[in-house]
DNA sequence: CGTCGATAGATGCAAATGCATGTATATCGG
DNA sequence: CCGATATACATGCATTTGCATCTATCGACG
């Protein structure tokens, strides 16, 4: 084992990061590459997707920001191109006079639903023949861990 | 240890997948928000940090559009932008009249590295506390294997 | 209640991005 | 050597993005 790193828990650090990135850009690349992302961009995906694992349905607009990597503005009209595909709907949130919620229309269940089956056969023929099981299970969860550090500070 | 995932090994790689997806997320996230980034973009450090990693100091524009997640014609203009700056130059491929080979100026370099320190301190603030370094180290070996063999194909 | 700072979201505008295409050079088959 | 096809990069153009700012509402406090 041991990619050989020199010294210091900064540059480890640093190191780590960085390998991260790259496999995440790599893998990124030949997915955006494949067919399933035709017909919706990645962040525009990224939304549906997002939206279809909510629990109630709905969803705050500025939870929607916590998951994907846009300013607010941005998704504020990506949502509204969404919208006027007829992929998502909109309302105001009853409890909050400022806020708006969104949700998958049927449409936007059917394409999410669709990519998404695509999106993962991509995925596994990229991440299947790179690492075992067992590696996988524990990147999975080194990256959940990496993550949830990140988020709650 | 594991984090329980049901079933079938195409679901474990797409929720590996995800986890990876969006600690990067939530890491960049941080970085981008940090001061390191007010001066230059993500993908303009990214250029200027993958040609001060180049050895010979010059690099093919096309090698540099695999490192990083942009078009073909976008990276043209990223580093038409940069030169502009005055913080690469390009010259033409003496060994084939359709490449450009582009380098850091020594205010390219100055920059990066500057850039390079301060961005290197964030990572560390957020990967430290996240993971011990072993832990560290077995990430680093997951998303450097992964990536080898996104690439290798 | 009325004021004040904070938050959610929308919008004007300049800049960045991708797609399609153009130009020039390279490479391959005859 | 010639023509055909592929590759490297640039450019026109429409779309997307982020920053700054605006409006409306919320929450806290006197």
Redesign the pocket.
């Known amino acids: 084992m041991s990619t050989k790193t020199t010294g210091s828990p900064v540059r480890l650090a640093a190191e780590t990061w960085e390998s991260l990135f790259r496999a995440q850009v790599a893998v990124m690349r030949r997915l955006?590459a494949g067919p399933a992302?035709?017909s919706l961009?990645?962040?525009?995906y990224d939304v549906l997707f997002t939206l279809s694992r909510c629990p109630s349905g709905w969803l705050?607009?500025?939870?929607?920001?916590d998951h994907v990597?846009?300013?607010?503005?941005?998704?504020?009209?990506?949502?509204?191109?969404l919208e006027k595909r007829g992929l998502v709907e909109?309302m105001p949130?009853p409890?909050?006079?400022?806020?708006?919620?969104?949700r998958l229309t049927e449409a936007g269940w059917e394409l999410q639903k669709q990519i998404g089956r695509e999106h993962v056969r991509d995925i596994a023929s990229l991440v299947v023949p790179a690492l075992t099981a067992a590696e996988q299970q524990e990147l999975l969860r080194l990256t959940e861990k990496l993550r949830a550090s990140v988020a709650a500070r």
């Open positions: 955006q992302f035709k961009a990645l962040n525009e705050r607009q500025n939870e929607l920001n990597l846009l300013s607010q503005s941005s998704l504020s009209r990506l949502v509204e191109r909109r949130a409890d909050d006079g400022r806020g708006v919620l969104v």
